[in-house]
């Protein structure tokens, strides 16, 4: 069966067509409520029904979500501190073993998107390690803070109605969306907005589930790389065509780098 596409095309483009929300931020949590408020008048003007925008009721500011994003010292490491740290025995070990069990599923992809395993298996690996440290914080609650924050407000209000459109289309509930620190979601760390934009039903049954369905995680993965401008064949080692299309899944060149080279160690095993 090929992999389809879950995307409710009004909607969709509702969330990314759409001028900007017109809400003012702010740098303190005074006015958390007042803006939560205007912003859910907002999101019901751009096709959130009531039923969904109820999720929204009671949200408080998180003051730890600010702090993350203001403290990401992470990606400040070399890159051989980064990848010796990132590519471990173990993981490189389950990766393998994955590999070998989602065999069947990746070569389809591949088939479909042109993508190789071991660059989307790289990738599972690094976000979430396959799954295990996909964060427990509710997605709505972060994406809901820093879209009142003045840092990057248009992005993550246009996040936050992605959110709330995943919901509303019935993939995952609203206690179902937790995540990491800046509301990425699943087994792949998605944003909700490339969710909607790439998300893929890799195992047929007519919904996407990133938390929970493997073959959903692979899918997806390989279609947000195609969505990009995958070249099937192509190389992605830094200075190959496919390296870009890497740099387009996270912007610290130390991330990408890390991305190819553990793709190339999965690739010889």
Same mark, same amino acid.
């Given at each position: ?39 859910? *008048? +907002?999101?019901?003007?751009?096709? =959130? /029904? @009531? ?7 009671? #949200?408080?500011?998180?003051? $730890? ?14 890159? *051989? +501190?980064?990848?010796?740290?990132? =590519? /471990? @025995? ?7 073993? #994955?590999?070998?069990?989602? $065999? ?32 427990? #914080? ?132």
């Amino acid at each position: 069966m090929p992999f389809i596409r879950i995307i409710t095309l009004s909607l969709l483009l509702a969330a990314t067509s759409s001028p900007a929300l017109a809400l003012k931020c702010s740098s303190t949590p005074a006015g958390f409520n007042k803006w939560l408020t205007e912003f859910k *008048a +907002e999101a019901r003007q751009k096709g =959130i /029904s @009531p039923r969904v925008l109820a999720n929204l009721d009671g #949200l408080t500011y998180a003051t $730890a979500v600010i702090r993350a994003d203001r403290n990401q010292r992470h990606f400040k490491q070399s890159f *051989a +501190e980064f990848s010796r740290r990132m =590519i /471990s @025995p173990g993981r490189i070990s389950k990766g393998r073993s #994955l590999m070998a069990k989602h $065999a069947k599923t990746l070569a389809r992809v591949e088939n479909s998107y042109g993508v190789p395993p071991e660059v989307i298996v790289a990738i599972w690996g690094l976000e979430t390690d396959y799954g295990v440290n996909m964060g427990k #914080l509710p997605v709505l609650r972060s994406l809901a803070t820093l879209a009142y924050d003045c840092r990057r407000t248009d992005r993550f209000q246009n996040e936050l109605i992605s959110a709330l459109l995943i919901i509303q289309r019935g993939d995952l509930s609203a206690g179902e969306l937790k995540g990491a620190w800046a509301g990425e979601i699943g087994q792949a760390q998605f944003m909700a907005s490339s969710y909607l934009n790439f998300a893929a039903d890799g195992d047929g049954n007519g919904r996407v589930n990133l938390i929970r369905s493997q073959a959903d995680v692979i899918a997806s993965i390989a279609s947000y790389l195609r969505g990009y401008g995958w070249r099937a064949g192509a190389g992605y080692g830094p200075g190959q065509p496919n390296f870009r299309v890497i740099a387009a899944w996270n912007k610290a060149t130390v991330y990408q780098k890390t991305i190819a080279a553990f793709a190339k160690r999965l690739a010889k095993g």
